[in-house]
């Protein structure tokens, strides 16, 4: 096996860097689309509120208790500070997500870099162009945010133990952790690898000085969270109140009582279902492999990795939402993001044994191939496109006997090639979404909403989704006299003399399927049926602004379109 040259895969490494920044603004630019449902819209509210002093510290005036968004401080909060400097639009609200997706990416390469380039390349990747990385990206969730903080703390932890000044590690290690509990409680997926980590190196006795500097900081931070909840609420838990009084209040939909019937497979081969319909196969072969090395390793951090990467896997496939009654979280690519780190770095460590020595190449290409039959989804062309990419790998393997001619395993092209072919394919389903047409109209609609549409007082008819959110578009002030109204109103809207009608139609919204399967029942055709007496004042993409007249309203309420 030829010794890779150190300062060639770092170039590799930085490669792979540029690309996932270069791939993720684009995605970010592309495939925006506003404002996808009520949480993102909660988080800019919170926001906002925030930046101008209107926030309530205490909880609901009324009681009742079914918002645990409004404690992530830190997804709103940096949002309030992107509305000071940049005003309320999109791209200032999802500003934060989007930093931080990118902050993953960094982490990685200055973590491994320097010592494993491979790993650093291979994790940069696999993490960065995963499409619901890419997808989280564009909208104010609070996954990729959590996913920072998570990463940052395994970081912290992984590198602190062995650091020269362990203590300001172990206190850094506490206060990430911290930050991750106030992006979202996922964080707790990673607290049984805390907890077994703590107790074999108190059995080994190693690491003292790092885990009771970690003990010390902790404490302070969750004694003075639990003081301020007492103050602001009476309740120092009110927090974990407030999530089991959620889980109460969604259970009619959960796997408690509405969806009973799924509990079994949620907990036995759903996850798995899931994986690998979300394209994660790749990245759990890959972390099972790099179990037993193929090649010498300068660092044990590999199995520091799968062991928290399958201890969180464990969390999220058995775990339970609530502390009173056993309710699984929900299937969906984006709860999963606490594991995609470790996850992600172990597989990172599989690959570059695979770079190295050439070797099980053709198994996980055979592997990836069972993977495409059983799936028979979109995904599938991913895990064909992997299968050959391995499928070179071992080809070029099995060639690199003969010299001069082809790049052996070990070597910078053969691990080059091996990292060009793998990011191609998974840059195939971004590059799709880019290519495709607005789902939403969003930015044509903020136009129309901000530019077209004539001064108050005016009437506005909305559909059901833009009803709930169109204070947003107005920098969650809609003025006094402009009336909003859903279009199924037409007939019970009165009209204030000389108060012009006007009708907003997104026809992107209205062929939206996530949108009409559940919340719109009609179409665009429909709408334009219920208003017959109209005029075409503007149109932007998909979306138009018309002026109607109402049913059964006089001309002098309703300025006639005739005048």
Not at 5 to 20: I, M, N, T
Not at 79 to 96: D, E, K, P, Q, R
Not at 509 to 523: A, F, G, I, Q, V
């Amino acid at each position: 096996m030829n010794s890779p040259s150190a300062p060639g895969l770092r170039r590799w490494a930085d490669a792979a860097l540029l690309a996932v920044v270069v791939v993720t603004l684009a995605f970010f630019a592309l495939t925006h689309e506003g404002l996808y449902a009520l949480d993102d819209y909660y988080y800019a509210r919170y926001a906002h509120q925030l930046l101008h002093g209107t926030f309530e510290l205490g909880p609901d005036p009324e009681g009742r208790l079914h918002d645990p968004l409004h404690e992530r401080w830190l997804i709103f909060g940096p949002v309030a500070l992107c509305y000071a400097l940049l005003g309320v639009n999109i791209i200032s609200t999802t500003l934060w997500p989007l930093l931080a997706t990118l902050g993953c990416s960094l982490l990685l390469w200055l973590s491994y870099r320097r010592r494993e380039p491979l790993v650093a390349a291979g994790a940069v990747l696999l993490l960065g162009l995963h499409y619901f990385t890419l997808n989280l990206s564009t909208y104010l969730y609070p996954d990729n945010i959590n996913m920072l903080a998570c990463l940052a703390a395994a970081l912290a932890l992984n590198a602190g133990r062995r650091a020269a000044q362990p203590g300001r590690w172990g206190a850094g290690f506490a206060l990430l952790n911290f930050a991750a509990l106030l992006c979202k409680e996922t964080v707790v997926y990673y607290v049984p690898f805390y907890l077994g980590l703590l107790l074999l190196d108190g059995y080994r006795r190693r690491h003292g000085r790092f885990w009771l500097s970690a003990a010390l900081t902790g404490t302070a931070l969750l004694a003075a969270y639990l003081l301020f909840y007492q103050v602001m609420t009476d309740d120092a838990l009110y927090r974990i109140h407030l999530i089991e009084q959620t889980n109460n209040f969604l259970k009619e939909g959960n796997f408690l009582l509405g969806n009973r019937a799924a509990l079994l497979a949620r907990v036995t081969y759903g996850p798995l279902l899931v994986f690998i319909g979300s394209g994660l196969g790749l990245l759990l072969l890959l972390a099972l492999g790099s179990g037993r090395p193929t090649a010498a390793d300068a660092a044990a951090d590999r199995y520091f990795w799968l062991g928290l990467g399958l201890s969180t896997l464990a969390a999220f496939w058995l775990g339970s939402t609530s502390l009173s009654q056993y309710n699984p979280i929900t299937l969906q690519p984006r709860m999963m993001t606490p594991l995609l780190p470790p996850l992600g770095l172990a597989a990172a460590f599989g690959l570059r044994d695979v770079l190295l020595s050439g070797r099980r190449a053709g198994l996980y290409a055979a592997i990836l191939v069972a993977l495409a039959a059983f799936d028979r989804s979109s995904v599938a062309v991913l895990y064909l496109g992997w299968a050959g990419t391995f499928l070179a790998l071992a080809g070029l393997a099995r060639r690199s006997a003969e010299p001069g001619r082809w790049p052996r395993p070990g070597s910078t092209g053969y691990a080059g090639l091996g990292l060009l072919a793998l990011g191609l394919v998974l840059l195939l389903r971004p590059a799709y979404f880019m290519g495709k047409p607005s789902a939403s109209g969003h930015f044509a609609q903020d136009r129309v909403l901000r530019r077209q549409l004539p001064p108050a007082p005016v009437l506005l008819l909305v559909d059901d989704f833009l009803a709930g959110n169109v204070d947003f578009y107005f920098d969650f002030r809609v003025p006094a006299d402009l009336r909003i109204r859903r279009y199924w109103a037409r007939d019970s809207v009165q009209l204030a003399p000389n108060q012009p009608a006007y009708l907003l139609l997104n026809r992107a919204t209205l062929s939206n399927p996530e949108l009409t399967r559940k919340l719109l029942r009609y179409s665009a055709d429909s709408v334009l049926r219920w208003y017959p007496r109209r005029e075409l004042l503007a149109r932007d993409g998909p979306v138009e602004l018309y002026r109607v007249q109402l049913h059964g309203a006089d001309s002098a309420s309703t300025n006639s379109l005739a005048q």
